[in-house]
């Protein structure tokens, strides 16, 4: 149960409403007969409707929820964030990665009371420049020629939202066209096969490197970097690599001392979350390559939207409040320790590894703000692919094994229609297709009546039966275009938040990370030690030890 | 706890462990420091080592997962799945895939007494006569150019697989100069969107699509290549359809019917598995097309040196066997819903969505064989990302939020090795410096009292503290070729095989994709009516029919 709020009224309702579910196995099907429960939770705002009637919240339970949220303060919370206050505490560090997308003449201060839109637009207008420069040709490599191609070095936060936002931006047709043929590619993982699958194909004379590293320290971006640095001097000389890379980074020293001008660095703040940061140079230096500033523009008046809108809307109208509580409730008081995205849209690709980093690295902690332990698991296992990709992979285990709470995303017009003639519908009406029968399956599922019925032999009833009452929830927007890109980001970063705010916990930390940092330090340390002095390998357990000595061997 | 054997000694034996450790709390730390605990749970077969140490599984109960093991006759079981016994019983089909990948000699009988290997050959043969024929430029297209790009039409297991093989060739040395600048794409989703992803860059004149379809009725692979035949007619002419596409299917009246020629069809058996069928023409025409047959052969040949160890091999030995043991243990036993799969390796980025689908659709089950109802859940999520990208994403959750049991993955030598002067290592030892530390930081973790000796402030400890604990295996091999490929392939197919034997599932059915399927034709045919005679929604619940109005809208 809910370790945060446990002594409040609502949580204790709640409680005990997900134990007299459990035991009156509540089902979907009774849920989903009740028409004027199903009214109120189909919400729509700005062409953007969340269906969460296959939820398994009955009528009655949903005020409880949003009681839940009054307890937790969640508008406070909420506000708290808007206002800069340090809610990264144990970092001390405002979260305000809603000014990155924020109107120029608007006012977000960090905590010290800078405004920190000026900031922001300060970089916009100088990414601005820069990309046009690179694009119509008067920014030129060593050679002289146009850089047509980008290498986007950078791994976590600094590359899966800009992978995300430019895979769904490739068959938007204004992005496509403004593409005009450009290639983006990122490179982060440090395995140097990536290296060679990010520049295959291009040539050193007509590539730009983008470095994206808040501290220029990432162990993996930086080796990254030195790689890439060598692949483009060992071909134009070490001179060209002031032509050839630039930064996106906090750290001047570090990034100077590598050989990018200082002028060619474009910088974030320490109240950008790395996993929040596409919206920041991280993504804009990309993308504004790729597709032009004033597709990124739209995308950032996209994301600002949503943001207006969970800063403004009331609880029961709130898209991202919604969705928090009923992962809450997923997570927390019916103990459903996975989710599932499945995006009905082969451009959202790249969205569950996206999110699953977003939702995982925020809530996938263990104490609360104020140290103490939680008393439950808080952010569960996200994963996703796009639909129906997925039906012909996991959706079994979904159907007739685990329940994993699932949220479907469609559009109602394709970036990319096809509608062939003497066919029964469209291709996207056949994707849809798919994407309204499928939460309807979860639900209701097929009882073993329903298979005898169908004059299924005996023995195989037992086998073709759906237990139904899996939970889902439903977007439907009307197309993926840049704007409707940066709603549906800002959403789903929100939602992330109100959870956190509801457990209680510092969603915009991530010391999980450093030991396996700390204890890789110390495996290199003796690699390098082995290769170069055959030293033997010493410190490390019996098993560990065993593993590398066969590895050196 | 298990419920197949729950009557069994073995399964008493490892029940009553799993809760003593629940109570008393037996940490990887303690269990690590046994030596001659470790030493039996790291086990080599042809340069290929498993090290499942850091499972938590004490030195006593290993023996009883053996005894498990024994006591629902597994090695019975992969004797009646090696002779073809009617083991997917409720379709009354043999699970042959191994015959795939056997030797020309080898004999392996179906459940009618059919030599399965010789039908196998004869398809082989004919992919190696054909691939040479495109590859060398003596099958040419309508206009005479060579076909130099394939775009390979199927999804699930006619997608899965294939993608995950052709993207772990594509920077081996071998392969990459035996592809000699050929090009294959994949083209699996229903969305027109991805029409225009996989047909990007290429041209009718020079391209051949290859289209995966058992039945030839599969709704998404049909629209793609009636869509695909449109998009080369409309270039070419239907005449050059017999040209340009040829076909992976058992159903030749369709398949003649679509307009492609009998002569280019390549069959496998219903003894295939979707899931199963990388290794037949549905891997085998594309991937042959790409890299040669030879190479293609090579992974066979490692595929079916896997096999031969998995038959022959003790149990204690057996690497499979070993695996899927330890995945009831963590499943069954100590209750874990999800496990992840992370090859240190950025050429195997598509290894985790094809065991996602190998393992979720063969164990996301609810009843047993005999149609009984299991008593708890069988098959965990699977999901994954290659390391180190996932460190950066998801890893804060395993190391700080629930506990996911982890397989790694990593190898002695790059497919692309990287060596700047002046590094401390080369970029491979960077990349496995972390591969050898992750799963220490894991099982170990850092306490309170280590936290406060380094000079943690006593406000950020409770944030900086890992409980360790988690379990994990790794797997080193030599180098990622296309023998070791398919040895990687068929160890994972024969851990699901071996989780389900335990379980008493019947993994190779999937009876739970078809109630979506169902649904989608109502709604298909309802957007068809609506949209050409403009009928109101009607049949659908409250919330269907107000989405699908909203749509139509």
Redesign the interface.
């Known amino acids: 149960m809910l370790a945060t709020a446990e002594k409040t009224k609502a949580a204790q309702s709640l409680a005990t409403a997900a134990s007299a579910m459990a035991q009156n196995e509540v089902h979907l099907r009774d849920l989903?007969?009740d028409?004027a429960r199903?009214?109120k939770?189909?919400v729509?705002v700005d062409g953007m409707?969340l269906?969460f009637?296959?939820q398994r919240i009955p009528a009655e339970v949903l005020p409880h929820l949003l009681d839940l949220w009054s307890e937790v303060d969640g508008a406070g919370k909420i506000q708290a964030m808007k206002s800069g206050m340090p809610i990264n505490s144990?970092e001390d560090r405002s979260v305000l990665h809603h000014a990155l997308r924020a109107a120029r003449e608007s006012v977000y201060r960090d905590k010290d009371g800078v405004n920190t839109v000026e900031l922001v637009w300060g970089v916009l207008d100088k990414i601005k420049a820069f990309s046009e420069k690179v694009r119509n040709g008067e920014w030129v490599g060593a050679t002289g020629k146009a850089l047509t191609d980008v290498v986007a070095i950078g791994?976590?936060?600094s590359?899966?939202g800009p992978e995300f936002i430019y895979e769904a931006l490739?068959?938007d047709k204004t992005a496509r066209e403004s593409a005009g043929g450009r290639r983006l590619r990122f490179l982060?993982?440090?395995?140097?096969?990536?290296?060679?699958?990010a520049t295959e194909g291009l040539d050193p004379e007509t590539t730009l490197v983008v470095v994206v590293s808040k501290t220029f320290t990432t162990?993996?971006t930086m080796?990254n970097a030195?790689?890439m640095r060598?692949w483009i001097s060992k071909k134009l000389g070490s001179d060209s690599v002031a032509k050839h890379m630039v930064a996106v980074s906090t750290n001047t020293e570090k990034v100077v001392e590598f050989g990018i001008g200082q002028e060619n660095i474009f910088g974030f703040w320490n109240w950008v979350g790395?996993r929040y940061s596409v919206c920041s140079a991280v993504g804009v230096v990309p993308l504004a390559l790729q597709y032009g500033f004033e597709v990124v523009a739209d995308f950032l008046s996209g994301a600002r939207a949503m943001d207006d809108h969970f800063f403004s809307a009331p609880a029961e109208a709130n898209l991202p409040v919604l969705m928090g509580l009923v992962g809450v409730w997923n997570a927390s008081y019916l103990g459903f320790?996975?989710r599932a995205l499945l995006p009905?849209?082969?451009?959202l690709l790249k969205l569950a590894?996206h999110i699953?980093?977003v939702d995982?690295?925020s809530?996938?902690?263990?104490?609360k703000v104020d140290?103490?332990?939680l008393q439950s698991?808080?952010?569960?296992?996200?994963?996703g692919?796009?639909?129906?990709?997925g039906?012909?992979?996991?959706?079994?285990?979904?159907?007739?094994?685990?329940v994993?709470p699932a949220d479907f995303i469609?559009f109602?017009e394709?970036?990319?229609?096809?509608e062939?003639e003497g066919?029964?519908?469209?291709?996207?009406?056949?994707?849809?297709?798919?994407f309204?029968?499928?939460?309807?399956?979860l639900a209701f599922?097929?009882t073993a009546e329903e298979c005898r019925a169908q004059g299924i032999p005996e023995?195989?009833?037992?086998?073709?039966?759906?237990?139904g009452n899996r939970p889902s929830s439903?977007l439907?927007i009307t197309k993926l275009d840049a704007f409707q890109l940066g709603r549906i980001l800002s959403l789903f970063e929100h939602r992330t938040a109100v959870e956190g705010f509801v457990w209680g916990i510092?969603s915009f930390?991530?010391?999980?990370?450093?030991?396996?940092?700390v204890?890789?330090?110390?495996?290199?340390?003796q690699?390098?030690k082995s290769?170069k002095e055959g030293a033997s390998v010493s410190g490390?357990?019996?098993?560990?030890t065993?593993?590398?000595q066969?590895?050196l061997a």
Chains 1, 2 share one sequence.
């Open positions: 989903m007969a028409e199903c009214m939770m189909i729509e409707t269906d009637s296959r144990t791994i976590g936060g590359y899966l490739r068959t982060a993982n440090v395995d140097p096969i990536d290296v060679t699958r162990a993996e080796l030195r790689t060598e790395g320790p996975t009905y849209c082969q451009a590894p699953q980093q995982m690295e809530n996938g902690k263990r104490v140290g103490s332990e698991d808080a952010g569960p296992v996200n994963f692919e796009p639909g129906t990709n039906q012909h992979s996991f959706y079994q285990l979904m159907h007739q094994g685990r994993v469609g109602k394709s970036q990319q229609p096809v062939l066919e029964v519908v469209a291709n996207h009406d056949e994707l849809m297709s798919n309204f029968a499928q939460p309807d399956a599922g097929k023995n195989l009833v037992p086998h073709k039966v759906f237990t439903s439907l510092n930390d991530q010391w999980g990370v450093e030991l396996g940092k204890l890789a330090t110390q495996v290199r340390s690699l390098s290769r490390f357990n019996y098993s560990t065993k593993m590398m066969s590895y």
